[in-house]
């Protein structure tokens, strides 16, 4: 039986121009968009076409100059081409870098601390997205994509929804400046050759807080206490601030309250690479148990003391 996915992948490939003919084509993954890896007689390459129905949510112009951004400051893998109009996407193959997994993140050494440097050098570094990251504007723009479908939401959510404003309140109590973030810091968004850690698909980035992606990678990893801390040691270089930990609690919580709505977009959408209504579930769930948390009371109060 033909593989479709690489018959696609073999299609767009002859519409580059200039990289040569693709000789080894292998399936990498992804949840919503197909990725692959291409070799040529040139060079290896990493080839992204966007799944369907992401264009609803997606900026391609805006991830195109993240990607480029990324790549510049030596955070992200080179971009050798980049069509905005179809948003397919060529980098640079990174030779001998483990994609990384929950897994990875548990087992490999000292993985944590090299994710928790590579994204302070993100931070730190002199790059400008043109886009902005707005957790509650992002939620209102799901929410209405979500509403002209008719669609069901997890029990407890437009309630979670109110309950966020305590959130919201704080986080404005003593602002952080805004810095290029990545913004969706899946495990599989970074890539690690045992000595520095790169970043990928820059899809969701935009000037953000940057205790975002400290929280929302920890989320994302799984982490235990002790992997959290060694990532955050990557970062601060010691301890953070009680405030500073705070905000990173805060968005722990809050990347599931956003994402769950992205998983029900998928749901919608009837993308078949997950259960995606399971996946809602179990993100607003989660995020209902730290919401309910001690710690996430002292979050509150801790940031909104500054």
Request: hydrophobic share 40%; net charge negative.
């Given at each position: 039986?033909?593989?479709?996915?690489?018959?696609?992948?073999?299609?767009?490939?002859?519409?580059?121009?200039?990289?040569?003919k693709a000789r080894e084509v292998e399936r990498l993954g992804g949840l919503t968009n197909r990725v692959?890896?291409?070799?040529?007689?040139?060079?290896?390459?990493?080839?992204?076409?966007?799944?369907?129905?992401?264009?609803?949510?997606?900026?391609?112009?805006?991830?195109?100059?993240?990607?480029?951004?990324?790549?510049?400051?030596?955070?992200?893998?080179?971009?050798?081409?980049?069509?905005?109009?179809?948003?397919?996407?060529?980098?640079?193959?990174?030779?001998?870098?483990?994609?990384?997994?929950?897994?990875?993140?548990?087992?490999?050494?000292?993985?944590?601390?090299?994710?928790?440097?590579?994204?302070?050098?993100?931070?730190?570094?002199?790059?400008?997205?043109?886009?902005?990251?707005?957790?509650?504007?992002?939620?209102?723009?799901?929410?209405?994509?979500?509403?002209?479908?008719?669609?069901?939401?997890?029990?407890?959510?437009?309630?979670?929804?109110?309950?966020?404003?305590?959130?919201?309140?704080?986080?404005?109590?003593?602002?952080?400046?805004?810095?290029?973030?990545?913004?969706?810091?899946?495990?599989?968004?970074?890539?690690?050759?045992?000595?520095?850690?790169?970043?990928?698909?820059?899809?969701?980035?935009?000037?953000?807080?940057?205790?975002?992606?400290?929280?929302?990678?920890?989320?994302?990893?799984?982490?235990?206490?002790?992997?959290?801390?060694?990532?955050?040691?990557?970062?601060?270089?010691?301890?953070?601030?009680?405030?500073?930990?705070?905000?990173?609690?805060?968005?722990?919580?809050?990347?599931?309250?956003?994402?769950?709505?992205?998983?029900?977009?998928?749901?919608?959408?009837?993308?078949?690479?997950?259960?995606?209504?399971?996946?809602?579930?179990?993100?607003?769930?989660?995020c209902q148990v730290l919401m309910s948390s001690q710690a996430f009371k002292q979050a509150i109060a801790?940031?909104?003391?500054?």
């Amino acid at each position: 039986m033909k593989d479709t996915t690489i018959d696609e992948a073999l299609t767009a490939w002859k519409t580059l121009p200039g990289y040569g003919k693709a000789r080894e084509v292998e399936r990498l993954g992804g949840l919503t968009n197909r990725v692959y890896r291409i070799v040529t007689d040139r060079n290896a390459y990493c080839l992204r076409i966007p799944g369907e129905g992401t264009e609803e949510y997606i900026n391609r112009r805006h991830e195109a100059r993240a990607a480029q951004e990324a790549a510049r400051v030596g955070v992200g893998a080179p971009v050798v081409h980049f069509s905005e109009e179809t948003g397919i996407c060529v980098t640079e193959f990174l030779a001998g870098a483990a994609t990384m997994s929950v897994e990875l993140f548990k087992t490999r050494k000292g993985a944590p601390g090299r994710a928790g440097a590579a994204l302070r050098d993100l931070h730190a570094s002199d790059a400008v997205f043109e886009n902005r990251f707005e957790l509650f504007a992002m939620v209102d723009d799901y929410m209405k994509i979500l509403d002209a479908r008719d669609a069901t939401l997890p029990d407890g959510y437009r309630e979670a929804m109110q309950s966020a404003e305590s959130v919201r309140a704080a986080l404005a109590a003593h602002p952080l400046p805004l810095v290029a973030c990545h913004c969706d810091p899946l495990c599989e968004n970074f890539l690690d050759t045992g000595s520095r850690m790169w970043i990928v698909d820059w899809e969701y980035s935009g000037m953000n807080d940057p205790m975002w992606d400290l929280g929302d990678l920890s989320v994302e990893g799984q982490m235990s206490p002790d992997r959290e801390e060694e990532m955050l040691g990557g970062y601060f270089g010691g301890a953070p601030s009680p405030a500073e930990r705070g905000r990173v609690i805060i968005y722990k919580a809050m990347c599931d309250f956003l994402w769950t709505l992205w998983g029900l977009i998928q749901h919608v959408n009837q993308n078949p690479a997950d259960d995606f209504w399971a996946y809602s579930l179990n993100r607003f769930n989660r995020c209902q148990v730290l919401m309910s948390s001690q710690a996430f009371k002292q979050a509150i109060a801790d940031v909104t003391r500054g």
